[in-house]
């Protein structure tokens, strides 16, 4: 260890990458590729110095000791005085498989996703494509205090897409499933058929016309406003930045008494952790609790400069940086029935399923996309509508939550951030808002 | 007097021999094998909070091995080059589960193997220039009371190697200074970025500009839902283009069912003051290559001339199966796998025009492009550093904007292009004026 070194640690991370994609009947690729790649990080006499290398398992101890150096180099053209609080450290077990992928024959694998493809293409459907992925990884993290843990995961699942058309009209439905521990492809034909369903079904659906109103999040979509609304917003580094309008806010009133959101990277779904990208134990975190601002998510560094929260929640692609991530984050459930949910509505729109969305945390306004809707008309679901998105003001938009339903359920996605991709879950039960804008191009 | 660009003998540091290697095996398992390497390096310094808290660096290395054996296509890749064979058997074992389809073999050397287009000899990954131009930037936001949250400077330089066993062997050096600031000012952001293949780019500009946004946006007021002329910047249209008309130029999703010009080839699909064109040979071009990710010469392909559509993209497999003649549009975002249909420098031009006249809203950014739907074009998207402007006034600020349009519609009804061209990534294209769309305000 260099002399200008305060602490060092390594996350050395390798494995294998299978996917398959299906298109129109035509099995346009299947195979693995390989990855060994190492962040080595060292916390010099004010900021960090890191480097990315790749190969890392051939490594020896001179080879990392010129790694560490090359790192210390960069270290000491820092200039502002980083801290670390001082961890917990557990690692987690990680959940069992249900079935083994990894002895599944990749043939099999080709045909099981095929048969899925295939349910898909129903009339008027001009195209179908399902792809899967399998990914494992074997992580080792060491750092300079003497710490050592090592760990293995298996991310697996499929997505299928249906594209219908009519008279130039184009219109799609898309299914996922992803899960840790490795998804079975098998008996999933159903869900190829939904996804061709629900093309056919847009197909003659009207565009929603745009403006404020109120509306019902389906789970899917109302996971997606935890997420992109609150939970970024609540990542230490951004209120360490000044960028969250949720900064210096923790205690304050920022939403309806019924919303309390969770980020929880304990539970077994798609962004479970056993152990964080920093070697710190993980822990569920309440941001928000009955409409009060609890706790923010946290890394070492941002623990100890912001406060509010506990640590164990910074996450990394294989060789890249560990950045403040959320995992499983969702809405606790409430206790109104859906039914319940839709006749408080009485006239609105069910926003359902999610094409993805994004926040400007510093400016506090979000946007989503839901995949489709129904109107809802005197409490009763109505026809379906296309094109339906939301975008609002997070601070406005929580305290327009006026039931929460009791039917919370996760679903697995990816979220970006800083040009790195990790596998999270989001979730909720049905929710109401009083008030919401609603993009749409239809007219009266 | 600046150094010349081209001075890249005996600069690299990684050896290749084991290239021949992987060819040699390929064909004595009687494939067709294709030979990808990258190799870089770059140094990044990152502020957060108004000062340097990290400066980060790479090497790496990454191999791609593509192989067909009588039409099935197999790939696979790693960043250990000492996992040749376990790459190549990968790939092996890909191709034997692909379907067959029609193919007439990968290209020889017949690619123009030109000077460089894409790489810049001055630019050397080295953390002081990296917190160089970082400071720089900083400099530049100084000029507004703003607070600066975090940006970063990368150098980087790499090397692309491909070859084949049908006689091709390129290698090309590449370049690149990225630098991005985000500032804020009371809830008002301002994000602003620049990249360019070398060091001619001005730091300074690029934070004064990321601090005069968020700086001119704050308190900004409401204004009432209604259709408007809109101005999306360059950054703001590119996001609109990239999500939806691009990928609906691709050979592949065009064949496949999933591309809405499907049916358009030779008519109007767009203003006739819209021209989309791909420029594979622009000097210092981010994009830039004589030869695409599968070694078939580039050309400039005119995808949509004066709102006409003219041209598909393809690469080798996409041609090969359906009858048509790779237009040179293969890509690889890294070594992994196979390459895909994708482009090199996209260029949008058409005549200019007065993007302020009567009443407009505009836009530096949007907030959530990539949920527009690409088969339909629909979206809705928040409008990033919304301005008002009136009869030529100065612009006003708006509190919050989303755009509710048809891309596809919305490229048939430009007003005007501004004189503002610049890079955005791959793209290069100006302020575009579009007429009458529709905006959810209050």
Known sequence: MGDATKYYDIRHVKGQNTTIDVDNGHVESAGTSFFDLAVIRVLGPRGWGILTVDNFSSAGKDQTGVYLAEAEAHALATEQDVALADPARALLKVPPWGEDIRNMDLLEKVQLLSEIEGRAR??????????????????????????????????????????????????????????????????????????????????????????????????????????????????????????????????????????????DPTLHEFGFEPLDAEGSAVFRTEIIRQGVLSAFLHNRETLLSVGHGVGGHSRAMAGDLPLVRMSNTFIESGDATYEEVLAACHDGVLLKGSRGGQVDTGRGVFQFNAEYGYLIKDGEQGPMVRNVSLSGEILQTLHAISLVGDDLAMHAGYCGKGGQTVPVSDGAPHVLLDEAVVGGIGMD | MARPMYSWTKRWWVALEWIEDVLIEGRRLGAETEVYVTTGKSVTAEVRKGSIDRVSGAHGTGLGVRVILEGRIGASSTNDPHLWHRCLDAAIAAANVATSQPWEGLPGPGAKDGPPLSADSRVVPESSETVRLVTEMMKGAAEYPVAVTSGSATMAEGRTMLANTSGAWYEVPHTVVSLSLETICGQSPGYEFGQSVGPDIDPVAIGKKAASLAYRSQDGSEIPTGDYDVVLSPIASSQLLGAVLLPALSGRNVHAGRSPLAGSMGISVADPAFSLVDDPHLP???????????????????????????????????????????????????????????????????????????????????????????????????????????????????????????????????????????????????????????????
């Open chain 1, 122 to 263: 129903l009339p008027s459907v001009v195209n179908t494509r399902a792809t899967y992925t399998e990914r494992l990884e074997e992580v080792r993290f060491t750092d300079s205090s003497g710490t050592e843990f090592s760990y293995e995961t298996c991310r697996s699942g499929y997505s299928v897409l249906a594209v219908a058309s009519r008279e130039g009209m184009m219109q799609m439905g898309y299914e996922r499933c992803h899960s840790i521990g490795g998804h079975s492809l098998r008996h999933q034909g159903d869900v190829g058929e939904k996804a061709g369903t629900r093309a056919v079904q847009l197909l003659d659906a009207k565009p929603v016309k745009g403006g404020r109103m109120r509306v019902v999040l389906d789970p899917q979509l109302a996971g997606v406003f935890a997420h992109e609304a609150v939970g970024h917003a609540s990542e230490g580094d951004l209120i360490h930045e000044g960028s969250s309008v949720l900064a210096g806010r923790t205690g304050d009133v920022i939403g309806s008494p019924l919303v309390t959101i969770v980020d």
């Open chain 2, 284 to 442: 210092r071009g981010l994009g830039s290559t004589w030869w695409d990710a599968e070694g078939t010469p580039t050309r400039r392909i005119p995808f949509i001339s004066e709102g006409i559509l003219t041209h598909f993209a393809y690469d080798r497999k996409t041609a090969f199966r359906y009858g048509a003649v790779s237009t040179g549009s293969a890509v690889r975002s890294g070594p992994g796998g196979a390459p895909a249909i994708g482009f090199h420098n996209i260029v949008v031009s058409g005549p200019g025009g007065d993007l302020q006249e009567g009443t407009v809203v505009c836009a530096h950014d949007l907030i959530g492009a990539h949920t527009a739907n690409p088969m339909s074009g629909d979206l809705s998207v928040e409008l990033a550093n919304p301005f008002l402007i009136r009869d030529g006034n100065p612009a006003q600020p708006v509190r919050k904007a989303m755009l509710s349009g048809n891309v596809f519609s919305m490229i048939r009804d430009i007003a005007a292009f501004g004189d503002d061209i610049r890079q955005i990534g791959g793209t290069y294209l100006p302020s575009i004026r579009f007429k009458r769309q529709h905006i959810v305000g209050i």
